[in-house]
């Protein structure tokens, strides 16, 4: 690698070729192949561009899959780049995929070093340095800032920060004491130490990541050209059992946050010189308490609530109605809960640190502040019986009637290797597929054990996906379009809808759009709901029982 | 310097429990605040400490204790029993 200071360092996604559909690789605490084109935005790569820029290295982007490029055009591009490393975020459902490329990449560009980032390789890096030719890979979920350290340890021979993997012999970096060895073939550059502040990250540069390709095709949008930030690392609940980030790359005890004054820098910058009308904060969990009341604060006094619209993923039970009022004026729309069951035994499990009669409360509060709640439900659970998941539909479809909620997404839960979920699968066998066959982990079917047929799963996620569709929810949306952007949204909502109606159909790539058997089967899912069942009941019992456990707990500390 | 509470029991007389914050456990997550604003506020280093005066309902100090991600907060009775964490 060339000593001189311009070193060059691409921060790619080759193009997945694949009839599944639109990989969701980047910016994913899970995976997903989406019918509608979506394309989210790579924030912790683009920091570590934006990083490497500034330490005086030339930073490429190419992302093949956002600009939907073939791998042959992409793989001619980066040729022509002739860059010195190449970094590449993976995970578990494409890191076989990835493995190929690495050695088809190093016997075509032998002088280029790959580097591998991302939770499935944290979780298990040395499955890939055994499989595939890759030069580094950077553990946990600072490498916005080691990448640099790495390329500084390269070609200016700094002493290699902790939480590496390298292999034996390689005489590029220079290493600490605190070297450890694998199998006498691997070295890791000492222990992994994630306390950057990242107050210090520079701002995205959002040229040079691109920032337009991932500007339009996001279902978090509702105005656009909008962009992502990513203010904190990652989730500050940091426990539930199925979320691979906060297992792999942001375990517990390393979260860690902007502080309002920088988030609000960072927002005030990109509205001014993108002109962007809308901003998502993927961070986990958005900051609450004091830091949550300065930074609407700052967005007030300043009048940026008037020039962008703001959205966050939260808590249920994190706020009070105060601070969603706060929110309200500081012009948050769309607010993301992780809602996941309607089952406290689910709830409990997940160690999710939520009651059933929460998720109503909270979502109401967000409404009432007016906010647009969207929760996000999971189905296929090993433990949940059919009843189980009618329940968790019945009150996604009370809190859409009771216009609680405005959009939700459901998935089938998928256990990432990394994640407590998963260990206990193969501790309890509850795994129908190999536990290494990862290509597996993409959603497209569940591939745990589940007390009913598979059939049955991907209906229910159908009739979970059409329960907005009671007359109350219909009628509240239609009257509330005031402008051409509710309008256009609806119809972009709609089409959503009926993009995940036929991700979740049983015969999966086999069914497209007009198959007769489509148009039947979610026509049939959506009309159902228009009549009253029993689990309809069933779960406002649910809520009240809940409220009447938690009234009891607090009886039993009243001393 | 240690603010209180943290670190160390400290109590208050108008309730019957002593509060502690582990302080190395604290990660400024603040749901605390939001759940007993009177009780629990943030020092300089955004880490949690027990204001003095009159603490909040006992049941909004349980429910902060429980919202705290890392379990960092302590609460015993008078009497040296752990209430929470159970």
Not at chain 1, 114 to 123: A, N, Q
Not at chain 1, 420 to 428: A, G, V
Request: with cysteine; hydrophobic share 35%.
């Amino acid at each position: 690698m060339k000593n001189n200071k311009k070193s060059k360092v691409v921060i790619g996604y080759p193009p997945i070729e694949t009839t599944k559909g639109v990989p969701l690789l980047s910016q994913n605490r899970q995976f997903q192949y989406f019918n509608a084109k979506t394309y989210i935005y790579p924030m912790v790569p683009a920091y570590a561009a934006s990083m490497a820029q500034k330490r005086g290295y030339e930073a490429v982007w190419m992302d093949g899959i956002a600009e939907e490029l073939s791998y042959k055009v992409w793989e001619k591009k980066l040729k022509s780049e002739k860059p010195d490393v190449l970094m590449m975020e993976t995970k578990a459902p494409v890191v076989k995929y990835h493995w190929k490329i690495v050695n088809k990449l190093k016997k075509s560009l032998p002088a280029m070093l790959m580097v591998m980032v991302g939770d499935h390789v944290t979780y298990n890096p040395k499955e890939t340095m055994d499989h595939c030719s890759v030069d580094y890979i950077i553990t946990g979920g600072d490498y916005d800032f080691m990448l640099s350290d790495l390329l500084d340890s390269i070609t200016k021979g700094t002493i290699l920060v902790g939480g590496i993997w390298g292999r034996v012999g390689d005489k590029k970096v220079k290493l600490s004491e605190f070297i450890k060895y694998e199998d006498n073939k691997y070295w890791i550059s000492g222990p992994l130490k994630q306390a950057h502040n990242l107050d210090e990250l520079p701002f995205v540069d959002r040229d040079l990541s691109k920032w337009e390709l991932y500007a339009y095709h996001n279902g978090n949008y509702k105005y656009t050209p909008a962009t992502y930030m990513y203010s904190g690392k990652d989730c500050w609940w940091n426990r539930c059992t199925f979320c691979v980030w906060d297992h792999t790359l942001n375990p517990l005890g390393t979260y860690r946050r902007f502080s309002p004054e920088r988030l609000f820098n960072e927002i005030k910058y990109v509205v001014d010189k993108y002109h962007v009308k809308e901003i998502f904060d993927d961070a986990g969990t958005l900051f609450v308490g004091p830091p949550l009341k300065k930074f609407c604060e700052l967005m007030i006094k300043s009048g940026y609530n008037k020039k962008v619209v703001l959205g966050c993923n939260m808590r249920l039970n994190a706020l009070n109605q105060e601070y969603y009022d706060l929110m309200g004026k500081a012009n948050f729309r769309f607010i993301l809960y992780g809602m996941e069951s309607a089952n406290q035994y689910t709830l409990d499990k997940l160690d999710k640190g939520l009651k059933v009669h929460q998720i109503e409360e909270g979502v109401r509060m967000a409404k009432r502040a007016g906010l647009e709640p969207h929760v996000t439900i999971m189905l296929g659970y090993p433990w949940e019986t059919e009843e189980m998941a009618r329940n968790t539909i019945a009150l996604s479809k009370r809190l859409f009637s009771n216009g609680y909620v405005d959009t939700m997404q459901a998935t089938i839960v998928v256990p990432y290797p990394g994640t407590p979920l998963y260990k206990e699968c193969i501790e309890k066998n509850w795994l129908s597929v190999k536990s290494d066959n990862y290509e597996k982990f993409d959603m497209r079917r569940p591939v745990m054990k589940i007390p009913f047929e598979e059939k049955k799963l991907y209906e229910m996620t159908q009739e979970l996906y059409s329960s907005f569709f009671t007359p109350r929810y219909i009628f509240r949306k239609i009257i509330s379009i005031r402008n051409y952007d509710d309008l256009k949204f609806l119809f972009y909502s709609a089409w959503k809808i009926f993009g995940h109606l036929l991700d979740f159909d049983k015969s999966q790539t086999k069914i497209k759009w007009w198959s007769p058997n489509f148009i039947i089967i979610s026509s049939k899912s959506m009309l159902l709901h228009l009549f009253p069942k029993k689990e309809d009941k069933l779960v406002e019992e649910k809520i009240l029982q809940s409220k009447k456990t938690e009234m009891e707990e607090e009886d039993d500390f009243n001393i | 310097m240690k603010k209180y509470g943290q670190d160390t029991f400290t109590d208050n007389k108008n309730q019957k429990i002593k509060i502690k914050i582990i302080t190395e456990k604290c990660i400024s997550a603040a749901v605390c605040l939001i759940q007993a604003p009177g009780t629990f506020d943030l020092d300089d280093n955004q880490i949690a400490y027990v204001k003095e005066g009159t603490w909040d309902e006992l049941k909004n100090i349980f429910k902060a204790a429980k919202a705290c991600p890392t379990n960092a907060i302590i609460i015993e009775d008078l009497n040296g029993n752990t209430l929470w964490p159970k």
